[in-house]
């Protein structure tokens, strides 16, 4: 198997990754590791103001400190009454890195007198793909809805909860991993990147 880190200490990350490469390119043709498995390293502050830019960062990093090929993704959430934001502050929005209750909480709160109508959003994701030769790979995905006024379901991550995608009845908190991987921002930035796989790591 070709060896990837995904440069993420996310384990549902990790988990997500693989489901959908396994399902793109078929099981065990890829095997994931995360920074959890490998020697620490200096990661890198993510200063990109976009989330190719913070992507591309880590990826770099990853294959810099490893010698492996590396996939880093960053995404968030973009809402439209807060003028895209909080984009890539979306994991700290609150103030502390991945606390999901607290930043599910304040965008609600930010919004909380905006109409139905105009609580547009969307889940953006980049993913980068960065090869010990330095060849560099973009990919991204987009997924589009509108926030609701409180959270539903119990699964995914972030604010899935609050999150209702164009023509969904349910939030993606409460989709199946399947159907989630369906419709989101990062399986159909996955998806496309398992395309770019298949082409430069892997043998015909």
Not at 59 to 78: C, F, I, K, M, Q
Not at 87 to 97: D, I, L, P, T, Y
Request: net charge neutral.
């Amino acid at each position: 198997m070709t060896r990837v880190l995904l440069a993420t200490r996310n384990a549902k990350k990790l988990v997500e990754l693989q489901r959908i490469l396994d399902g793109a390119l078929g099981p065990q043709r890829i095997e994931l590791v995360g920074l959890n498995d490998l020697p620490v390293y200096p990661e890198v502050p993510e200063t990109g103001l976009t989330f190719g830019e913070n992507a591309l960062l880590k990826a770099r990093e990853g294959v810099r400190h490893t010698g492996l090929p590396t996939v880093a993704d960053d995404s968030g959430l973009a809402v439209d009454a807060l003028n895209g934001m909080p984009g890539v502050f979306s994991a700290r929005w609150s103030g502390k890195h991945g606390d999901d209750r607290a930043n599910l909480e304040l965008v609600l709160g930010q919004v909380g007198d905006v109409p139905d109508e105009h609580r547009g959003a969307a889940f953006v994701c980049a993913v980068a793909l960065v090869l010990p030769g330095g060849k560099e790979h973009l990919v991204d995905g987009r997924q589009t809805g509108r926030l609701l006024r409180a959270p539903r379901g119990e699964g995914g991550f972030g604010y899935d909860p609050i999150f209702l995608g164009d023509g969904q009845e349910k939030t993606n908190a409460e989709l199946s991993p399947a159907e989630k991987d369906a419709v989101s921002h990062r399986g159909k930035a996955l998806r496309a990147l398992a395309k770019v796989i298949a082409k430069v790591l892997l043998p015909n």
